[in-house]
Structure formats: structure tokens, C-alpha cells
């Protein structure tokens, strides 16, 4: 069954089946919510016996419906709201048809592989007519000199349209959704296509539109779609039915598709994909008029998507690292040949911090209320890394990881690392100080490790983290859970090496889980 959710202010239709979809701030998740009090997998939505039900994936901040706790699958309503955390998701009191003619990268099809096939044909430049691809601006320049007025005026009023329409897209389900509205409306066609490249550079079918949903199942050609990006080319074939590529596709002629229509998305000079067009000769094909427009529009399309994929990157980013980290690696990220995020051995400093007593003190508490605290201390904790330039690692329970000095360099990242830690622990002792009554008290231990160690992208195509491992991380953790006590900081003797700092305290040698020699390791005052 198809129901339409608002989430974060944008509308989407959603198909459920038994197995469900899932919501959360993670990659793997089917519904993404950008917000860090959202968990990366918070909640599910499956349908059973034609009722809805929402179910809460052990998440932090609990799952609520219509402000109640939701503790095992509950049966959802229209009109209903969900709240994950504190983040609304609404089911919207809308009949929904299954969706014809088009779709999306839905929750419950990512890709649109399932709906169509791309085949390799011979290739052969008779038939076609092949033009360069030209940016917006040369184009907006040179159709005043070839058009006359009214012509260039409509041209300008679908342009504007257009990006009105790709600016105000929740997301990048809903801009395909509209660049192919917008394409479909303005050139007549059968089916269309938007082909993304993966991150190993192949296309993939992201979204498909159809006039006659079903009518035509024949594939489409890989060739021409591959072709018109690698060489930057808008590509018209006047007549299929004749043209030496097609030769072996006899079901175009059974079919009458006769014309295709394919324009590369390009933005400076990053080919991103295609629009790949389709109609029959019964129906007057593809014109010259079309290319122009078709390729007006790519270009306009391209810097949607591009805008969307570097929003979405930025927020990814945003999630670990300061805004100051986040642009230097945004602009880092434009040189291809030395990216930020690329696997490479470093000199860091590593921060681990638990809030000591926290797990007893959790299991009696009223599971909202305790991410209530959790989450107000990590809010206060996680600033002052970032004030500093640390980046986050991850929150392990009631635990932070953190470090300095990758992915952008900093000569001095042990001291950030020490004064963030400082300033961590007076930031617990002024929330407590105002905490509210009936409230626990809360102390932190702190351990710190400098040295070298593996930081970079680590995971799979599906989920990828920046990190960092070695024995560096390994010591860094052993001084918080082994040598710290409630409200030290604890660090190692490198760390205490380079920050050169009056007043430390030198502890005796000490044996640590999974380190084969003695270290000693100071500690840190901070009144």
C-alpha cells in the first residue's frame, strides 16, 4: 500500500510492504531525517493485514505517537504524527493511488532497474544529429541572435519555472520528480529517463516516466546514454527504425519508438548523468527545437542535482565536524587528485570521554527523560570539540570519541584536544550546577593519547565513516576506562610532551589492556 508522509516539511509518497521502511539520520536508513537527535536507523513502518504500524529500533531518543511511547509495533492512522525524538513525521489524510507513470528513488526501490533495461548497440553516428554540449550561459547568449522574440521570451519563462520548481525541492527524489515534470510538459515524448552515475561511474536508471505506464518494455540503449556523457554531447536520432545503431532492436519497430532524445547533465565539467528521451514517428519524433530545449534544461538540471548532492555531503559533514573543518574540506574536496577524506597515516591526538555512573544510573529511569540528559550534556560536550576543531568520531552509549588533527591538518592538535577536555569537564560541572531538581549529578573521566595512527573514509559503498585506528586510538580509550577517575583527564606521555603544559601530574607506570609495555601517564588540573 502507498501513504504520503510530511517529513521535514516535504511531502512523500511512500510504498509499504511486511518487511517495511526504515527511518533515521543514517545512510542505511530508507527515509533520511537530517537531524542529529534523530538515530541513524530511529524507527520502521510496515504494513500487516492492510493496517500501518510504527515500531521504534531502539533508538536514542525513543519513538512517540501522538505523544505517547511507542515500547512495541503500533497500529498508525492518518492524520497521525510520529515524533522521533523531537522530530515530527505526520501521515497525511490523503487517498494514494499506486503511483502510475513514474518513479522515484522511493524508499521501497532505490533505483529504477526493476522498471527498465539498458542494452549495448552498435554505434554509428548516421541518422543522428550530435551537438557539443554548450553551457546555460552560451546558450541564454546565442538563442536571441538565432530566435525571434516571442521565442526567446517563452524560453526564458520555462527556465524560470524550471528553477523556481529545482530550489524549492525537498530533497533529490522530489527535484527528478520535478525536472521530469518539467521536461515531459514542455517536449512531447512516450518515456523518459534521468540516469545518475554511481560512485564507481556507471549510470543508473534513477527515475523513469512513462505516458502509457507498461505500454512499451523495450530496453533502452546504454550506447547513446554513455556516449552523450562521455563525449558531452546532445544526442537526436530523427529515425530509429532506420538508423544502423538499432538494427539488431527490432521491438523498437513493433513498438514505434523512432526517435530518441538523450542530453548530458553537466555541470563545469563533471558529467553527473543524462536525460534520456524517447517518442514515436507517429507522434512527429524529436525536433531540433527539442535539443535546444532539452539542452537548456539538463544544464538547468544538472546544478539542481549538484546543489543536492553537496547539501546532503555538507550535512553528512556537519554531523562530525566544525563549520571551519566542514569548509575546508568542502573545498578541499575539488581537487580530485589529493582528496581530505582519502585513507593516510597521521599525527593525531585522540579524545575518549565517559559519563561515569551513567549506565547504573540509566536503569531506572523513564527512557525519554534519560535522553533528555544525555542528549543536553552531548550538545554542551560536542561544542567545545568543535570550537576547537576536533572532529567527532562517534557516541558510543553515554560515551564521545573525538580527535584532532585530520582530516585537516593541525600542528596543534594536542593542545585543542587538552583545552577541549578542560572545557569539557567545566561545562559538566556548570550543568550540573543548574540542573533541574531531581536530576542526577553527573562526573566524566577523560583520556587522551597523541600520536600516529590510520585515518580516512572506512566501510563499504553503502556506508562509508571517517575514522581513525592504531594503537594511538587503542591507548587513548585505555586512559579513560583504566587510569581516569570521575573528573580527571588523563593523558599519555606523548600528549603531555607536545603540549609542554605547568602543572601536570605524573602518574606511577601503569599496564594497560592490550598495550605490552608500561606507560605513565599524567593528569591534567583543571580546578
Known amino acids: 500500500m502507498y501513504i504520503i508522509l510530511l517529513v521535514e516539511g516535504a511531502r512523500q509518497t511512500v510504498e509499504l510492504t511486511g518487511d517495511g521502511v526504515t527511518v533515521g539520520r543514517g545512510e542505511a536508513a530508507g527515509i533520511r531525517v537530517c537531524s542529529n537527535a534523530v538515530s541513524r536507523v530511529h524507527a520502521r513502518l510496515f504494513e500487516r493485514d492492510g493496517q500501518v504500524y510504527v515500531q521504534d529500533m531502539k533508538s536514542m531518543n525513543g519513538t512517540t ?63 543522428s544529429i550530435m551537438v557539443p554540449h554548450t553551457t546555460l550561459e552560451d546558450l541564454l547568449a546565442r538563442h536571441p541572435a538565432e530566435k525571434a522574440p516571442a521565442e526567446v521570451e517563452a524560453l526564458f519563462q520555462r527556465l524560470a519555472a524550471m528553477a523556481g520548481k529545482l530550489l524549492a525541492a525537498a530533497g533529490l527524489p522530489e527535484l527528478l520528480d520535478s525536472v521530469m515534470s518539467l521536461v515531459t510538459a514542455q517536449i512531447r515524448c512516450q518515456r523518459g529517463f534521468i540516469l545518475l552515475t554511481d560512485p564507481a561511474g556507471e549510470l543508473v536508471p534513477e527515475y523513469v516516466w512513462e505516458e502509457k505506464p507498461g505500454a512499451i518494455t523495450t530496453p533502452i540503449s546504454r550506447t547513446i546514454a554513455r556516449t552523450a556523457m562521455k563525449d ?21 519497430k513493433i513498438h ?36 535546444h530545449l532539452l539542452s537548456a534544461m539538463a544544464n538547468f538540471a544538472a546544478v539542481g542535482i549538484q546543489r543536492e548532492r553537496e547539501t546532503r555531503f555538507r550535512q553528512r559533514l556537519e554531523r562530525y565536524h566544525s563549520p571551519q573543518v566542514v569548509g575546508e574540506i568542502l573545498r578541499s574536496s575539488q581537487n580530485l587528485d589529493a582528496p581530505i577524506l582519502q585513507a593516510r597515516r597521521c599525527e593525531i591526538t585522540v579524545l575518549f570521554a565517559d559519563i561515569s555512573g551513567f549506565t547504573r544510573m540509566s536503569e531506572g529511569m523513564e527512557p525519554l527523560r534519560l535522553a533528555s540528559i544525555l542528549n543536553r550534556s552531548f550538545e554542551a560536550l560536542t561544542d567545545q570539540i568543535f570550537q576547537r576543531g576536533g572532529t567527532l568520531d562517534k557516541y558510543i552509549g553515554d560515551a564521545i570519541m573525538a580527535f584532532f588533527g585530520a582530516p585537516a591538518p593541525d600542528p596543534d592538535h594536542a ?37 600516529e595512527a590510520f585515518a580516512g573514509d572506512i566501510g563499504c559503498e553503502k556506508r562509508m565513516d571517517y575514522t581513525v585506528m592504531g594503537s594511538t586510538v587503542n591507548l587513548a580509550s585505555r586512559l579513560e576506562s583504566s ?17 609542554q603544559m605547568q602543572g601536570l601530574e605524573q602518574l606511577d607506570p601503569v599496564l594497560v589492556k592490550g598495550i605490552d609495555h608500561e606507560i605513565r601517564p599524567f593528569l591534567v588540573p583543571w580546578g
Open 483 to 499: 587510569v581516569a577517575r570521575p573528573g580527571q583527564i588523563a593523558i599519555g606521555p606523548r600528549t603531555a610532551q607536545l603540549i
Open 65 to 127: 505517537l501522538n505523544d505517547a511511547p511507542v515500547l512495541e509495533p503500533t497500529p498508525l492512522r492518518p492524520g497521525d504524527t510520529i515524533l522521533l525524538g523531537e522530530v515530527p513525521i505526520q501521515w497525511l489524510a490523503e487517498a494514494v493511488p499506486a503511483p502510475a507513470g513514474s518513479l522515484t528513488t522511493s524508499t521501497a526501490r532505490p533505483h529504477a532497474e526493476n522498471r527498465i533495461e539498458m542494452e549495448e548497440r552498435a554505434f554509428d553516428t548516421s541518422g
Open 232 to 252: 558531452k554531447v546532445t544526442i537526436l536520432t530523427t529515425d530509429a527504425r532506420v538508423d544502423p545503431r538499432f538494427s539488431a532492436g527490432e521491438s523498437i
Open 415 to 451: 593542545r585543542h584536544a587538552v583545552e577541549a577536555a578542560v572545557a569539557m569537564q567545566q561545562g559538566l560541572r556548570a550543568l550540573n550546577g543548574c540542573r533541574p531538581e531531581g536530576f542526577p549529578e553527573l562526573r566524566m573521566r577523560i583520556g587522551i593519547n597523541s600520536g
Open 256 to 291: 514505434g519508438i523512432s526517435s530518441a532524445l538523450c542530453a548530458p547533465l553537466i555541470v563545469e565539467t563533471q558529467a553527473l548523468g543524462v536525460i534520456y528521451l524517447e517518442a514515436s514517428l507517429s507522434k512527429s519524433g524529436f525536433k531540433r527545437e527539442d535539443e
